[in-house]
């Protein structure tokens, strides 16, 4: 699952940056010539500091989601073990 939203971003961060204008302002490199062809540098920027911490919250959402379970499933392990002449039922004394 994680393999194919990464996929799904690249194509649909592929297709923004080859097909839109917003794109094309972003492969301007200086500040100085973007507002001189007319691109709002400002509102470009923020919106690409969006979508980067969007993608880096993803990111870590997924690789916190695979600990969490990892370390969910230590601690009941550690913690829920019991010895072995434990039993559900009490055996009754003799």
């Keep these: 699952m994680p393999t194919l939203f ?13 097909f839109t204008v917003f794109g094309r302002g972003l492969y301007l490199i200086k500040p100085s ?19 980067c911490s969007l993608l880096a919250a993803t990111g870590v959402w997924n690789l916190l989601s695979k600990c969490v ?3 969910a499933l230590a601690m009941i392990a550690r913690h829920s073990a019991a010895m ?10 003799q």
């Design 33 to 51: 010539r973007a507002m001189a062809a007319g691109v709002r540098t400002g509102r470009v920027v923020a919106i690409d500091y969006l979508f």
């Design 69 to 71: 379970r990892f370390i």
């Design 6 to 18: 990464a996929a799904l971003c690249f194509a649909l961060l592929f297709l923004v940056l080859r």
């Design 84 to 93: 072995a002449t434990f039993s559900a039922r009490p055996e009754p004394p």
